[in-house]
C-alpha cells in the first residue's frame, strides 16, 4: 500500500482528537508527582522500580519471545530483515531497562532479579491495562493489535515530562537525562505507529470501534501512572482525566507525515 505523505485522513485526525484528552491526562499525572509535595528520594525508587518492571516484563520478554519464534525459521518463511528488525526492537529495550536498573541503583536501591523484580515491581493497575490489552488482541484480532500500537507510550508523556527535570541538578538531572534518552529512541517510533494506521482497509465501524478500544486503554493508562507515582492525583480529578478534562495535547502531524514520507524514499 503507497504511504501518505501528504495529508492524514480526517478519520485519524478524529481519533487522535478523540485520545490527546487522555495522553494530556497521563502528563498531568506525572508532572503533579514531579511538582508535587509529596514526592521524596522513597518516591522515586518506587516509581522506578515499577518502570523497571515494566522495561523487563512488557518491554523484553515479548521481543524476546518474537525472537525466539523466529531465528529457527530463518531463510524458511522468515527473512532476514524481519529478523534484524526484530533484533533491534530488543536490543533498544534492553537499554531502555539497563538506563532504569543504572538510574535505581543512583537513588539507592539494587536492581533485582528477574523474578524478584516481578514480585517487587508489579501493581495492580498495569495488570489491568494489560489484561486489557490482551482481551482487545483476543477478541478483536488485528484491529486490537491496532489499538495496542496506538496505545503503546502513551505519547511518551511519562519521559516529556521527566525531561522537564533537567537544570534541577542531583538526582532530577540524573531522570531527566534518562528520559531524554528514551524518548529520543521512541518518539518517532510512536508517531509512526499513530500515522501507520491510516489506510483504506477500515470502514466507519472499525473507525469507531478502534475509538472505542484506544480510549478505554489510554483511560486505563491514566488510572496505571497514577498508581505507580503514589496517587498525586485524587480519585475525583482521575476520573475527570478519563472523561477527558485535560486540555489535550497537539499531534505532532508535520514531523509524524514526514517521517512517513522520508521511510517511502528509503524504502523505494
Not at 34 to 53: A, C, K, N
Not at 143 to 151: D, E, H, K
Not at 181 to 188: G, M, P, T
Request: proline fraction near 4%; aromatic fraction near 8%; glycine fraction near 8%.
Amino acid at each position: 500500500m503507497p504511504e501518505r505523505a501528504i495529508a492524514p485522513s480526517a478519520e485519524l485526525r478524529r481519533l487522535v482528537a478523540r485520545n490527546a484528552p487522555l495522553w494530556a491526562g497521563e502528563a498531568e499525572v506525572v508532572r503533579s508527582y514531579f511538582d508535587g509535595p509529596t514526592r521524596s528520594r522513597e518516591r522515586d525508587r518506587e516509581w522506578v522500580l515499577r518502570q523497571l518492571y515494566k522495561e523487563y516484563w512488557d518491554g523484553i520478554v515479548p521481543p524476546l519471545a518474537a525472537l525466539g519464534r523466529l531465528v529457527p525459521a530463518l531463510e524458511q518463511g522468515v527473512a532476514r530483515a524481519e529478523l534484524v528488525a526484530a533484533a533491534d526492537v530488543l536490543a533498544e529495550e534492553v537499554r531502555h531497562y539497563a538506563l532504569f536498573a543504572d538510574l535505581y541503583e543512583r537513588l539507592g536501591g539494587a536492581a533485582p532479579a528477574p523474578e524478584a523484580l516481578r514480585a517487587r515491581g508489579a501493581w495492580a493497575e498495569n495488570d489491568a491495562l494489560m489484561a486489557l490489552r490482551a482481551r482487545h488482541r483476543e477478541q478483536h484480532g488485528a484491529l486490537g493489535v491496532r489499538a495496542y500500537r496506538f496505545t503503546e507510550g502513551g505519547y511518551c508523556t511519562l519521559f516529556s515530562e521527566g525531561m522537564r527535570l533537567a537544570g534541577r541538578g542531583g538526582d532530577d538531572d540524573a531522570i531527566a537525562a534518562v528520559c531524554a534518552a528514551i524518548h529520543d529512541d521512541e518518539f518517532e517510533h510512536m508517531l509512526l505507529g499513530v500515522v501507520d494506521l491510516d489506510d483504506d482497509s477500515l470502514d466507519g465501524a472499525g473507525w469507531a470501534l478502534l475509538g472505542e478500544l484506544t480510549t478505554a486503554q489510554l483511560a486505563l493508562r491514566i488510572e496505571m501512572r497514577n498508581a505507580q507515582f503514589g496517587y498525586p492525583l485524587s480519585r475525583e480529578r482521575v476520573a475527570a482525566l478519563r472523561g477527558g478534562a485535560a486540555a489535550p495535547l497537539a499531534f505532532d502531524y508535520a514531523r509524524a507525515t514526514a517521517l512517513r514520507a522520508a521511510r517511502a524514499q528509503h524504502t523505494r
